[in-house]
């Protein structure tokens, strides 16, 4: 089956500064790749996601890049905010309605 | 709030015991799914409904199952419950039967503290 890895675990920004967090996949059959945000005790939310018919997307602050060929697809957050602050999931899937999640980043924003 | 509703919030339970957890997903989702988040896990695709039918099967123990009944509500049965079992457990609701295709709406979970 398929294996995501993500990260780093943990991340610390200053406020305005950008973050980076990275996945790897193991299945060449997946072709989507939505990521998560979940605050402290709140349910995750689709924050962005790409197909693998794309190679970039981006909303406002929130980017993410999808290399098919490395197998790999990053979230990048511009201009990071105190209320960015959340753990962040990647996953993956062929279509075949199995999501299979990385372990999480933890970001924290110093204001 | 996401229009999807799990019951109950918590539950306190011992080994061995059987529990029974319960989503209802948003007006007009078919679709529903159920993961399983642990400090050690992560989060783990379950099982997903669609219209009453069983549409995928991720890794789900067989002391574990699940239905969606005529109203679209779903339940999760644990039974024989393990220490490990203790995690978090949410359901997510979709539009369609396609998860690539639409958003995943998310339940506040259920929080299942095995003792």
């Known amino acids: 089956g398929e294996n995501v890895e993500q990260h780093p675990s943990t991340l610390s920004v200053q406020e305005g500064d950008s973050a980076v967090i990275k996945c790897t996949y193991s299945?060449?059959?997946?072709?989507?790749f939505p990521w998560y945000k979940q605050e402290l005790g709140k349910r995750p939310q689709l924050i962005i996601d790409?197909?693998?018919?794309?190679g970039e997307k981006k909303d406002q602050r929130i980017a993410v890049t999808l290399n098919k060929t490395a197998k790999h697809f990053s979230l990048h957050i511009t201009e990071t905010q105190p209320e960015d602050s959340a753990v962040y999931f990647c996953?993956?899937?062929?279509?075949?309605?199995?999501?299979?999640f990385g372990t999480g980043t933890s970001l924290t924003v110093i204001p | 709030d996401s229009g999807v509703t799990q019951t109950p919030k918590h539950l306190i339970t011992a080994t061995g015991q059987r529990v029974t957890l319960r989503c209802s997903p948003r007006?007009?989702?078919?679709?529903v799914y159920w993961y399983q988040q642990s400090l050690d896990q992560g989060l783990q695709f379950l099982i997903q409904y669609y219209n009453g039918e069983e549409r995928a099967k991720g890794n789900i123990l067989e002391r574990f199952s699940a239905q969606q009944f005529p109203d679209l509500h779903s339940e999760l049965n644990l039974s024989s419950l393990e220490l490990g079992d203790s995690a978090l457990y949410f359901c997510?609701?979709?539009?369609?039967?396609?998860?690539?295709?639409?958003?995943?709406?998310f339940g506040p979970g259920t929080r299942l503290l095995v003792l």
């Open positions: 996953a993956a899937t062929n279509g075949g309605n199995q999501f299979y």
């Open positions: 007006s007009g989702d078919l679709s």
């Open positions: 790409i197909r693998s018919n794309v």
């Open positions: 997510a609701s979709s539009v369609g039967s396609s998860g690539t295709r639409e958003t995943q709406y």
């Open positions: 299945d060449s059959a997946s072709n989507y």
